[in-house]
């Protein structure tokens, strides 16, 4: 189930980049954490091989593409942010 930031022609431009690159052969940095978004990378290293799963992160707001990151990473970021969001509505209510 697609996400609407993920129907951008940001996104898929960016989605579009990352996947060429890679078919290149280039190294890519995961940028979680950077750029106006939470979290950050769990892998030992920022490099993102070309044979590994690069997703394409937002910001937190979820409006500004800001670059690869390694899809644990991205995912791992959006679920804390879910979760985080579902506390604060249990506070409110
Ligand atoms: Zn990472």
């Given at each position: 189930m697609a996400r609407p930031q993920h129907r951008t022609p940001e996104h898929?431009?960016?989605?579009?980049?990352?996947t060429a690159a890679q078919a290149r052969g280039e190294w890519l940095i995961?940028?979680?954490g950077w750029h106006g978004?939470?979290?950050?990378?769990?892998?030992p290293t920022r490099d993102i091989a070309p044979?590994?799963?690069?997703?394409?992160?937002?910001?937190?707001?979820?409006?500004?593409v800001i670059g690869?990151?390694?899809?644990?990473?991205?995912?791992?970021d959006g679920g804390q942010r879910r979760h985080v969001a579902?506390?604060?509505?249990r506070w409110v209510l």
């Open positions: 898929r431009a960016e989605r579009k980049r990352i995961c940028v979680q978004s939470s979290g950050g990378c769990l892998h044979t590994d799963e690069a997703h394409v992160a937002h910001n937190d707001e979820g409006n500004v690869p990151a390694h899809a644990l990473c991205n995912v791992t579902k506390d604060v509505t």
